[in-house]
Each structure stands twice: as C-alpha cells, then as structure tokens.
C-alpha cells in the first residue's frame, strides 16, 4: 500500500494524533479517514489518500461534512461532555474548549501582533462563559489543506489538533482560513455554508450554530490564525478579508447585551 509519512518533533505528538484519529473512526465512522500502516516513535505512515485540497468553490461540501460529523459525534458520544473539561472517551482524553484556548488568545490579543482584532479580552471571556453552556461538539483545524477531495469524494486528514469546541466552530475555521487563502468569500457563499452546516444538528432538534455566534468564532480564529499570515500559503489577513456584517452582527449583539 503507498503511504504517507507524517513526522513528529516528539513522541508525544504522534501519540495524541493516534489517539485523535481513533476517537474520529469512532465518532464518525462513515467519514472517510486514511487508515495507519505503521508507528514509529517520531512518525506514523498513514495510507496514502489521492486528491486535491479544498477550495473556496467546496465551502458548502465541507460545510455540510463537518455538519455531519459534529452532528453524528454529539449524538454518539459528546452529549454528556462539559465544554470545559476534557472529556474522557475510553483511553482517550478530549481537551475542553476553554483549556489552553484562553491564555493563547489573551496573549495574542495582548501582544498588539493582532490586526485589527473585533473582540476585546472581555467578551473572548462573555465568549467562553457562553459557549460553556452550549453543545458540545469537536474542532479538529478545518482548514482546506485538512481535506483532500477527488470528485465528490472528500476524506479527512490531519489528526494533531482535537478539542471539544460548540457548533459552528470549526466550520468558522474553514471560512477563515478558506478567506485567508484565497481572499473575501462571497457573503452568499458564507451564508449558504453555514445553512449546509445547519440542516445537520437542525434535522436532530440540535440547536446548531447562530449568525452571531459563527461571527465571534470567525474572529476567535482570526486571532488564532493571525500568526500564520505569510504560511501556508495564508495571503489575506481576516480582518481585510471579513465580510462587514459579521463585525456589524457583533456590535449590535454586544450593544444589546450591554444595555
Ligand atoms: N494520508 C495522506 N495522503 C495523502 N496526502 C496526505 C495525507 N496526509 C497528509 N497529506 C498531505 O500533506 C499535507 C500536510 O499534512 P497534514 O495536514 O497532516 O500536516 P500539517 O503539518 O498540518 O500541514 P499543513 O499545515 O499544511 O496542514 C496535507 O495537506 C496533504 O496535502
Ligand atoms: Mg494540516
């Protein structure tokens, strides 16, 4: 079988992405991922999956794959998970939302490296107090390259990076990180992105991802994401890339949840 070789800085890292990846086969198992062929202590040989990545054209196919598999992993598992504790599967442990997420947003924000950045310290927290009472679902870095696709064919790769997270989360880091790639998305695009993402949970009585919640987590990852600018192959920072209503969707919430 032709592999492709991953390779880890340490051994730790190839332990959790086996971890993760056991946790996905579980949690999604009509999801396709690549099977592992071999471990290492410092690398794992994955079959090898042809395709192409994912494009701004394939928002709303990934859109509703990852409406899926949050849908599907919520009911098969996550619904007794707390958002912010890790969530113990078996052997497997899922870290929770907030864990390491807070101080690495507080720090970015606070290092001024951020451009233009639409949330404040204080709501990042009225953010995370929030989605601590939502639904638990997983973000696994939805980002293009995380998807290879051939015809209407679409596997998922890329098992590092696994916590719990709310709705719409991850789908706002593939339209982040789909808008950094490739410039402003269509707002029509976003739209119908998040109502294929939306039919998921909707058709289970799930509540899904809002407006104004995909808004706060698109600019959770444009913090997050920020640093990457100028890598893979990241040319437009969210902040020129955002389409106006989303920042305008903040404000008025904010305005109103101040009042
Ligand atoms: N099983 C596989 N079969 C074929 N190609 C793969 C496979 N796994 C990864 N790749 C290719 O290697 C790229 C990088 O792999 P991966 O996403 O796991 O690593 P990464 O460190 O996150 O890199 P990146 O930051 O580019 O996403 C993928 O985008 C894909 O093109
Ligand atoms: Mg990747």
């Not at 707390?82 to 690495?104: C, K, L, Y």
């Not at 639904?135 to 209407?152: E, H, M, Q, S």
């Not at 719409?168 to 269509?186: C, E, F, I, Q």
Request: charged share 20%.
């Amino acid at each position: 079988m032709r592999t492709f070789t991953k390779t880890y800085a340490d051994p730790e890292a190839p332990r959790r992405a086996l971890d993760h990846h056991r946790w996905i086969a579980h949690a999604n198992p009509d999801v396709r991922i690549p099977a592992v062929v071999q471990v290492r202590p410092t690398a794992i040989d994955f079959e090898h999956i042809e395709g192409r990545h994912g494009t701004a054209g394939d928002l709303v196919t990934l859109a509703g794959l990852l409406g899926h598999q949050h849908t599907t992993a919520h009911i098969r598992d996550l619904h007794a998970a707390r958002m912010d504790a890790p969530h113990i599967s078996g052997d497997i442990t899922i870290a929770g939302f907030a864990d390491d997420r807070r101080g690495r947003l507080h720090h970015l924000l606070a290092s001024g490296s951020v451009p233009g950045p639409a949330l404040t310290r204080e709501a990042i927290d009225g953010w995370l107090e929030r989605a601590a009472m939502m639904p638990t679902v997983f973000y696994k870095d939805a980002n293009p390259r995380n998807f290879l696709i051939t015809g209407a064919d679409v596997a998922v790769i890329d098992f590092d990076s696994l916590t719990l997270a709310p709705f719409g989360y991850d789908l706002a880091k593939l339209v982040v990180s789909t808008a950094m790639a490739t410039g402003p998305l269509h707002e029509d695009a976003i739209r119908q992105a998040v109502d294929a993402y939306n039919r998921h949970p909707s058709r289970h009585g799930l509540p899904g991802c809002s407006w104004h919640e995909f808004a706060a987590w698109c600019e959770f990852h444009h913090i997050l994401t920020a640093p990457y600018l100028g890598t893979n192959n990241y040319r437009f920072s969210w902040h020129i890339a955002r389409p106006t209503y989303t920042t305008d969707t903040l404000r008025h919430f904010d305005k109103e949840w101040t009042l």
